[in-house]
């Protein structure tokens, strides 16, 4: 089975998003959220990411879609997504496909909270990589409630430890495994 992976940040008052965009601009997070998303260990494999439909929309179109990694869509309705997406209607569904592709190393869940959410109440993850932005933000996207209680705080070793900080902004990158 391929790793199943939720990758996120999160400010303190759980917040993930505001108006369709990040309530932050971190060039290093972002750098991060890149290099996971996209490294494998096989140079022959590339990731998929899977991403709710208004996550799609929300990317620049400069972005999309994401280089480099197989882009996956769970939307309930749309359809007109552009040719090479892999659209699903759930994240289960995704992801029971994608197992099947021999081209994919991992998955990656991106967001948003739609998908976070079934993500994380079927237990569908194997690890994630959650970046603690430490301080509030304006949101009106935040990230389901859920208990690390099924999860173990892990340090990889290619990811910091210490508390980053940028533009003002202090954050920190944390790996959780399931149990």
Same mark, same amino acid.
């Given at each position: 089975?391929?790793?199943?992976?939720?990758?996120?940040?999160?400010?303190?008052?759980?917040?993930?998003?505001?108006?369709?965009?990040?309530?932050?601009?971190?060039?290093?997070?972002?750098?991060?959220?890149?290099?996971?998303?996209?490294?494998?260990?096989?140079?022959?494999?590339?990731?998929?990411?899977?991403?709710?439909? +208004?996550?799609?929309?929300?990317?620049?179109?400069?972005? !999309?879609? #994401?280089?480099? *990694? /197989?882009?996956?869509?769970?939307?309930?309705?749309?359809?007109?997504?552009?040719?090479?997406?892999?659209?699903?209607?759930?994240?289960?569904?995704?992801?029971?496909?994608?197992?099947?592709?021999?081209?994919?190393?991992?998955?990656?869940?991106?967001?948003?909270?739609?998908?976070? +959410?079934?993500?994380?109440?079927?237990?569908?993850?194997? !690890?994630? #990589?959650?970046? *603690? /932005?430490?301080?509030?933000?304006?949101?009106?996207?935040?990230?389901?409630?859920?208990?690390?209680?099924?999860?173990?705080?892990?340090?990889?070793?290619?990811?910091?430890?210490?508390?980053?900080?940028?533009?003002?902004?202090?954050?920190?990158?944390?790996?959780?495994?399931?149990?």
């Amino acid at each position: 089975m391929k790793p199943v992976n939720l990758i996120t940040a999160i400010c303190e008052n759980n917040g993930i998003g505001i108006k369709g965009d990040l309530p932050w601009r971190l060039k290093n997070e972002m750098a991060y959220f890149t290099r996971m998303t996209s490294q494998t260990k096989n140079p022959e494999l590339q990731n998929a990411v899977l991403m709710g439909r +208004k996550t799609w929309d929300s990317v620049p179109p400069k972005y !999309k879609p #994401f280089s480099n *990694r /197989i882009n996956a869509v769970v939307s309930k309705h749309k359809t007109d997504f552009p040719d090479g997406i892999l659209v699903y209607k759930s994240v289960a569904e995704a992801i029971k496909n994608i197992q099947s592709n021999d081209n994919v190393e991992s998955i990656w869940i991106i967001g948003g909270y739609g998908a976070y +959410k079934e993500a994380l109440d079927k237990k569908l993850c194997d !690890k994630l #990589f959650i970046t *603690r /932005i430490l301080q509030e933000f304006e949101c009106d996207a935040f990230f389901p409630e859920f208990s690390l209680n099924d999860y173990i705080l892990i340090q990889e070793a290619d990811i910091s430890s210490e508390v980053q900080e940028e533009k003002g902004i202090r954050y920190e990158f944390k790996v959780y495994q399931k149990k």
